[in-house]
């Protein structure tokens, strides 16, 4: 066998974290923006606004659960507080929050209530707590800051159930006496990692990477081990909105990192790197900005958008976080309602019946016994066909037993075992004959699969497919094939 290059083999060995593991499996959540925004018609606000300006008719968290649950999402990310500082929950560290507020005579909570609405519905809950904030009169103070800060994280940390996720933004900008702050972002890690240790620190944090741009894009090849400076805070801060909040409506570039990341030659090039799990989240809004305004009615994404965003980032080894934002009154727009039960009505058409089951698979290698290709056909995640040391190609054969109608595969490696397979190719057979001749039709030529890979082509009637893996790094892992 040729020796993998030394930093090849280096990014190899990564794996992620058992809380990467479990978030890798959310796939598709929404972000919430809601706050003083809202009512001031703003995406940005400056700090200044008066707390009675908070005040919802008709709060219904319910209403946004549920509606991301018929979407086919599996959790939700609330701004308990943005820029502004104005915080979503009763706060024993500053009155501006909803206690100064009418909104159920300063009596109410909507953390709770969202966190409730969650757990009513079975969807996963999870936080964004922006670090910038234009009210802390001790912003830009240091050290009193970051206590301030840890406290506001320790409040909701330990008051509202579990948590998937806490979403640091990258932005930072001044703060009412003029001053920055210098965040001690080890500081809020590790109260996050205290209270809430199964919790993804995401974006601005080492556990999942912002894919770098907010129009929905991801790249043709989103590797999940890059080099550890993709995690650093300044590089990611510099790289987020600096200006007026609006969010950047086309992919300029492909962010701070460039268009590739991962491959052979990214980690050569970042060879004094070590590599780190770092999986990608596209972020993007189904309406133009990320809070509600009335005159943005016009621009909710309409679902042939919204599929392909889908297919583009949960089909390309990335997580959707879909920003949904509730009116003035509290809730979810008809028009977002619409076309989110569209949608999730679309993606169980499209994923009605996995015709997978009845079929073998084979391949030309395994590591051993316990790691034959029939393993992909199991349920359980402890078994995968493992391909043993590789030096060249490896085939696989899926044959579902019968001709049918197929026009999408997913293809998922195991990826506790790390993310090893660069290029594959899938093929259909296009001989209905069982002759033992086939009739190989390339349907894609493929990079990275990683976590998950969903292939998809014009419907066609067919019995066999071959994948081949033509590059990986020493070996090759698939944990799961779906044919739909
Ligand atoms: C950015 C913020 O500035 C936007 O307002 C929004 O919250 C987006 C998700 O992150 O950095």
Not at 153 to 161: A, D, K, V, W
Not at 451 to 476: N, W
Request: glycine share 8%; proline share 5%; with cysteine.
């Amino acid at each position: 066998m040729s020796k993998l290059p030394p930093h090849v083999a280096r990014a190899a060995a990564v794996v992620p974290s058992p809380r990467q593991l479990a978030w890798q499996e959310i796939e598709f959540y929404s972000f919430i923006h809601y706050g003083i925004n809202t009512y001031t018609d703003r995406e940005w606000g400056d700090g200044q606004e008066d707390p009675a300006l908070f005040n919802p008719t008709n709060l219904d968290c319910r209403q946004w659960a549920k509606v991301c649950k018929a979407a086919g999402m599996r959790g939700l990310v609330l701004t308990a507080k943005h820029h502004d500082g104005f915080c979503l929950w009763p706060t024993a560290t500053t009155k501006h929050s909803v206690e100064s507020s009418p909104w159920k005579n300063g009596q109410g909570d909507v953390v709770r209530e969202c966190a409730q609405a969650c757990a009513e519905v079975g969807l996963k809950f999870g936080l964004y707590l922006s670090p910038w904030d234009q009210n802390a009169s001790c912003y830009g103070q240091g050290k009193a800051y970051d206590d301030f800060y840890c406290e506001q994280l320790r409040e909701l940390l330990t008051n509202y159930g579990d948590l998937f996720c806490m979403w640091f933004d990258g932005a930072c900008g001044e703060g009412p006496n003029g001053k920055k702050q210098e965040y001690d972002w080890e500081r809020y890690y590790a109260t996050i990692r205290e209270f809430q240790p199964d919790a993804v620190i995401s974006i601005t944090g080492p556990d999942v990477r912002w894919v770098g741009n907010e129009a929905g894009v991801c790249r043709p090849s989103e590797w999940s081990v890059v080099p550890a400076f993709h995690s650093n805070a300044e590089k990611i801060a510099a790289a987020s909105q600096q200006t007026d909040g609006k969010p950047p409506s086309a992919p300029k570039d492909q962010g701070y990192a460039g268009w590739d990341l991962g491959s052979r030659k990214a980690l050569a090039k970042a060879k004094d790197w070590a590599p780190i799990w770092y999986p990608a989240e596209v972020d993007v809004s189904i309406r133009k900005g990320w809070f509600y305004h009335e005159n943005e009615d016009l621009t909710v994404k309409p679902l042939a958008k919204l599929r392909d965003i889908y297919y583009k980032s949960v089909g390309a080894n990335a997580s959707l976080l879909l920003n949904l934002p509730p009116t003035p009154q509290g809730v979810l727009h008809e028009r977002d309602v619409d076309t989110l039960i569209s949608l999730g009505a679309q993606l169980k058409v499209d994923f009605k019946e996995n015709l997978i089951e009845g079929s073998t698979i084979t391949a030309g290698c395994q590591l051993d016994g316990a790691h034959g290709a029939q393993n992909i056909l199991q349920p359980s995640k402890d078994a995968f066909w493992h391909s043993g040391e590789l030096d060249g190609k490896a085939e696989l054969l899926l044959d579902l037993g019968d001709d049918l109608d197929i026009n999408k595969i997913v293809l998922q490696e195991n990826i506790a075992t790390g993310q090893q397979i660069e290029e594959f190719e899938l093929y259909a057979d296009l001989n209905p004959e069982e002759t033992g001749k086939h009739k190989w039709k390339l349907l894609e030529k493929g990079t990275i699969i990683g976590y998950k890979r969903i292939v998809l082509f014009d419907e066609i009637r067919v019995r066999r497919f071959k994948i081949v893996i033509t590059q990986c790094r020493g070996f090759a892992t698939l944990q799961n094939i779906e044919a739909y």
